[in-house]
């Protein structure tokens, strides 16, 4: 039987419903119909609360942008005990999210999702994006404003490592992996900071 609109909290049953989706069949793997079979409602009850597929989608991808946040806040700590080491915290923080949410990660990053098109997902994305930036900022602070590459670009170079070592290596796209992923994405990064000079060089 239909649990229909007296679901009780359907809207966030239907999250729950797309995680599990997304784990079987991939962010772009299942239709708004398939979530509300999941969930055990009408597909008419789905409409009252998410326009369309893209719509769920967004707000997987908003609660999880809410929990990545937060986790790299935490990470970041405003630079403690060190700029540097806060930094690279921030690094496993980003690991450690997309093994424990692999539905909310894929929601986010792989649905093909444009966070504009979404305001209240734009909004916590940027939220997320802006831990990385100051703390992107605050570890260049040293360096001479002629040698400082723009935060952003430190910010978004470190996302795509990151993002890299999380779909080659943490979820087995790339086969094996040579070396565990926290292992790899924090030598990558030391390669990374030793380049611009924040990090002496290796004896």
């Known amino acids: 039987m239909k649990r229909g609109y007296h679901h009780g909290n359907l809207r966030q049953?239907?999250?729950?419903?797309?995680?599990?989706?997304?784990?079987?069949?991939g962010p772009q793997g299942f239709t708004l119909s398939e979530a509300a079979k999941t969930a055990e409602v009408t597909p008419a009850a789905v409409y009252r609360h998410f326009a369309g597929r893209d719509d769920l989608l967004a707000e997987v991808a908003r609660q999880g942008f809410d929990i990545f946040a937060a986790l790299m806040e935490y990470a970041w700590?405003?630079?403690?005990?060190?700029?540097?080491?806060?930094?690279?915290a921030t690094g496993r923080a980003y690991l450690a999210f997309?093994?424990?949410?692999?539905?909310?990660?894929?929601?986010?990053?792989?649905?093909?999702?444009?966070?504009?098109?979404?305001?209240d997902l734009a909004a916590v994305a940027a939220k997320a994006r802006d831990v990385m930036d100051r703390a992107?900022?605050?570890?260049?602070?040293?360096?001479?404003?002629?040698?400082?590459?723009?935060?952003?670009?430190?910010?978004?170079?470190?996302?795509?490592?990151?993002?890299?070592?999380?779909?080659?290596?943490?979820?087995?796209?790339?086969?094996?992996?040579?070396?565990?992923?926290?292992?790899?994405?924090?030598?990558?990064?030391?390669?990374?900071?030793?380049?611009?000079?924040?990090?002496?060089?290796?004896?």
Not at 77 to 88: N, T, Y
């Open 13 to 25: 049953a239907l999250v729950e419903a797309a995680l599990a989706l997304i784990a079987e069949k």
């Open 77 to 88: 700590a405003e630079g403690q005990p060190s700029p540097i080491a806060a930094f690279e």
């Open 98 to 119: 997309a093994r424990r949410y692999p539905g909310h990660y894929q929601a986010m990053f792989e649905s093909g999702l444009q966070p504009a098109d979404h305001r």
């Open 136 to 203: 992107a900022q605050a570890i260049t602070a040293t360096l001479p404003e002629t040698h400082r590459p723009p935060a952003t670009m430190i910010s978004a170079h470190i996302r795509a490592l990151s993002h890299g070592v999380v779909e080659l290596y943490l979820r087995g796209n790339g086969g094996g992996a040579p070396f565990p992923p926290e292992d790899l994405l924090e030598s990558a990064t030391g390669i990374y900071l030793r380049g611009l000079g924040l990090l002496p060089p290796d004896r």
